[in-house]
């Protein structure tokens, strides 16, 4: 079933120049949506790492360093050129990836990589059927049930600005942490995913421990074979567990990495990380980037848009999911999120960080 109109238009009412301008705007979004899949392909047969090295290449010599069939590779380096991701030269036909672009596109390497957030545009196109049915009936959609990709994509993108954040920007803004890390402390990750940002702080900080819980049996298993193959399994521990559920008494650090707003109940989680927690110990939220009302979100967030899709199809309905389901969204910002805290219980609730995507909270027990 799709939406209709039931009275036709009368286009004599209508400003036929700014009907112009937004069917313009909304073929840049589906041109947009177009280059995600482009970019997924892009990455995954190895164009965008062929042309790093900004050479100026034929379809014909792309195809034969990247052994690639020459006139699939030819079709998608024009779309490229189109959007603008290569510059397309006439003269000798042939195509360059600009530094500045290999960046972005070619490597996870750079803090500036966006490449890892195309397989989450993909995941979302392939769940359209069943977000549909969620918005006719109201029923949540459990992380477990997202296309692999979300899975995929949702670890490689956050990765890289853990990278290059927590252990030289995040953590040296949260009270007292760092110096407990290098000492030796323990840190629990709630909604633990892959793993991602348990393993950047276990690399930094050999002294600690760090254990990772998640509802879904499959990104733990994947959490400990990271672990493993980093040679980081001494000071790592996942299991499955869900946000009520895990034991752990006088913890020093727990932390919720682009995952609270996912809860179903968010209070009772907090509370329940509060009682786990040593008495000077620290909760930690790092969350989307948002405003403290929509309007300022819209002005001042690039990624918003980004940012509320993965709400509506992901965060969302992952809470509707659950008990309570109180479905904060990705974009609750700092004021919804110290209620938050504050109703479950922790005394002092400051924002610590902030960057470009993500915003960090830091919450302690007492005032």
């Known amino acids: ?40 392909v892009g ?28 006139r699939y590779v030819r079709e998608w380096l024009a779309q490229q050129a189109a959007v603008g991701f290569v510059v397309y030269s006439a003269e000798g036909e ?15 390497d750079s803090p500036a990589s966006m490449i890892g957030a195309a ?8 769940r359209t059927e069943q977000v549909g049915d969620a918005f006719r009936t109201g029923r949540g959609i459990p992380w477990g049930e997202q296309d692999t990709a979300t899975f995929e994509s949702t670890e490689r993108f956050f990765r890289v600005g853990y990278r290059a954040n927590l ?11 760092e110096e407990k890390l290098r000492a030796g402390a323990t840190l629990v990750d709630v909604g633990c995913g892959h793993g991602a940002p348990l393993l950047v702080l276990a690399e930094a900080f050999p002294r600690s421990r760090f254990i990772g819980y998640d509802v879904h049996a499959g990104s733990v298993e994947v959490a400990r074979q990271r672990a493993a193959e980093a040679g980081l399994a001494d000071r790592t521990r996942f ?40 008495a000077d110990g620290t909760l930690v939220l790092v969350e989307p980037r948002a405003g403290d009302d929509l309007a300022t979100t819209l002005a ?18 992952n809470s509707l999911s659950q008990p309570v389901g109180l479905a904060l969204g990705a974009g609750a910002g700092a004021r919804r999120l110290r209620e938050v805290l504050q109703q479950a219980g922790f005394g002092s609730v400051r924002v610590a960080a902030e960057s470009d995507v993500n915003l960090v909270m830091e919450a302690s027990p007492t005032p």
């Open 1 to 40: 079933m799709t939406g209709t109109i039931d009275t036709p238009m009368d286009p004599t009412t209508l400003d036929m120049d700014r009907v112009g301008e937004f069917a313009q705007q909304v073929g840049g979004m589906l041109a947009g949506g177009a280059t995600a899949a482009m970019m997924v």
């Open 43 to 70: 990455d995954r047969v190895g164009l965008y790492a062929a042309m790093a090295d900004g050479r100026a290449t034929t379809s014909g010599e792309l195809a034969e360093r990247t052994g690639l069939s020459e």
């Open 94 to 108: 042939t195509f360059t990836l600009p530094p500045e672009h290999a960046a972005v596109l070619a490597t996870d």
């Open 119 to 126: 397989g989450l545009i993909t995941g979302m196109h392939r």
């Open 167 to 177: 252990v030289d920007q995040w953590v040296p803004a949260l009270t007292g942490v």
């Open 239 to 278: 299991e499955v567990s869900d946000c009520h559920g895990y034991r752990d008494e006088g913890v020093d650090v727990i932390a919720f990495f682009d995952a609270f707003h996912d809860l179903g109940d968010p209070v009772g989680a907090a509370a329940h990380a509060r009682r786990a927690l040593a």
């Open 300 to 317: 001042t967030v690039p990624l918003a848009p980004i940012s509320f899709a993965a709400s509506t199809f992901m965060c969302t309905p």
